[in-house]
């Protein structure tokens, strides 16, 4: 489908006043003939690789920046599962922390905001390497700065790894012990049914299944939908249906034009847009406004996961409409710590746990973001995944757990 430069300057309005954005341009970059049975070649490969595309790929956001006048917050990278990297190298948990310290290092030496993939997909069970690098993680994400980490740990097919999900509240408790109010934490994402093409982190991986590189986009504009809500307080639902459907494929095919424009100068395939309503603490930016301006009181009042559904099938209608190569998670975040009209409705009392996960149900994501007190248990923390994974597995969607 063509793209005219005229349909993106009528993003230029959301931009100023609405906080629209290009939430991130991710390269997905394929590792795996990088691997060598000597870490000290194979670490050679990686930092080459990821060093020299990441520079690319910051001077070309700089330039489609200046030539669109559309902010691109967030430069990233996001590599092959690194479990199956692991694999020749010697059996040791530090090989996994030296690892994940030299992505750490590419990704400043590239000055990339993030870098994903640190992470494995054991669905169905583990190997000896995925073993090693799970149990690298409290160490790993202390060590690093700029490194995230996943892990798939069900599928609608394989069902529930509950010996992974067992594991994992203890290593959540120790990661959360060793770094600096507990931050380490928001760097890992584990999920069912994780996609081999997201954007965002911490879940961004390069997929088995991907070619060597692919650019990816995450829009965001969680105020620009509020507004034209906002503008238009006399439709109803099916009209204020349509209201979204048409801003959001506005603002998806932006992100295509850039998206496609910068795989063009980079020389790489073009991957696909993530259409996801992502929210910041910026006044306005917000899903939980969103919900709001529908006509839900508060978030986490009664009517909040059906006015949450609605805006997700107008966003996913919406952004298909817009892009052949609509991919990730597309549909809305609802991050607790990252949304400052969820923050506002935990401080009310009218969002908890168990309403937050009933929104999972027809989120994008799932558990997001949300703080636990650190007096709860490893296993009380395993159930909370085991939970919200369920979800995923039974109704054939991603759901993770941060």
């Known amino acids: 489908m063509r793209i005219s430069v005229d349909e993106v300057f009528e993003t230029v309005k959301m931009t100023m006043d609405h906080h629209f954005d290009i939430r991130t341009v991710t390269l997905g970059i394929n590792l795996k003939d990088c691997m060598d049975r000597n870490f000290a070649a194979f670490r050679k490969r990686v930092l080459k690789r990821i060093v020299e595309k990441g520079k690319l790929l910051n001077h070309f956001a700089d330039h489609l920046e200046d030539k ?34 030299t992505l750490d290092e590419a990704a400043a030496k590239a000055n990339i905001n993030f870098i994903g993939g640190f992470g494995a997909m054991v ?95 995450g829009i965001s504009g969680p105020g620009v939908v509020r ?24 603002i998806t095919r932006a992100g295509e034009l850039i998206g496609r424009e910068m795989a063009s100068l980079m020389n790489v395939n073009f991957g696909i847009v993530d259409i996801s309503l992502a929210s910041t603490t910026v006044a306005g930016d917000s899903v939980a406004e969103i919900i709001e301006a529908m006509g839900v009181g508060q978030m986490g009042l009664p009517g909040s996961t059906a006015a949450l559904a609605m805006l997700m099938d107008a966003v996913k209608k919406g952004g298909t409409m817009a892009s052949g190569n609509v991919g ?11 949304d400052s009209g969820m923050i506002r409705a935990v401080q009310a ?14 989120c994008s994501v799932g558990l997001d973001m949300f703080a636990v007190p650190g ?28």
Not at 70 to 87: G, H, V
Not at 349 to 362: D, H, I, P, R, S
Not at 384 to 401: P, Q, R, Y
Request: glycine share 6%; aromatic share 4%; charged share 20%.
């Open 227 to 250: 507004a034209v809500i906002l503008n238009n307080p006399d439709c109803d639902l099916t009209q204020l249906s349509e209201v979204i459907k048409r801003t959001v494929f506005k």
């Open 68 to 101: 669109y006048a559309i902010p691109i917050t967030n430069r990233r990278i996001a590599i092959t599962p690194a479990s199956i990297l692991l694999e020749p190298l010697p059996p040791r948990i530090s090989t996994a922390v030296n690892f994940c310290k």
């Open 123 to 217: 669905q169905k069970g583990t190997t000896a390497a995925d073993d090693r690098l799970i149990d690298s993680l409290p160490e790993a994400l202390a060590q690093t700065s700029r490194v995230c980490s996943f892990l798939n740990l069900a599928s609608t097919k394989a069902g529930l790894n509950m010996d992974a999900i067992a594991k994992m509240g203890h290593i959540i408790k120790e990661i959360a012990a060793g770094t600096k109010d507990g931050i380490g934490c928001a760097k890992l994402a584990v999920f069912a049914n994780v996609p081999e093409d997201n954007p965002f982190m911490a879940g961004a991986n390069h997929g088995v299944g991907e070619g060597d590189y692919s650019l990816n986009v």
């Open 328 to 338: 990730g998670l597309s549909g809305t975040f609802i991050p607790v710590s990252e």
């Open 375 to 402: 007096s709860t248990s490893a296993n009380t923390i395993s159930a909370i995944i085991a939970d919200e994974l369920s979800i995923g597995v039974i109704n054939c969607k991603t759901t993770s757990v941060r």
């Open 349 to 362: 009392g009218t969002l908890n746990l168990e309403k937050l996960e009933a929104l999972t149900a027809v």
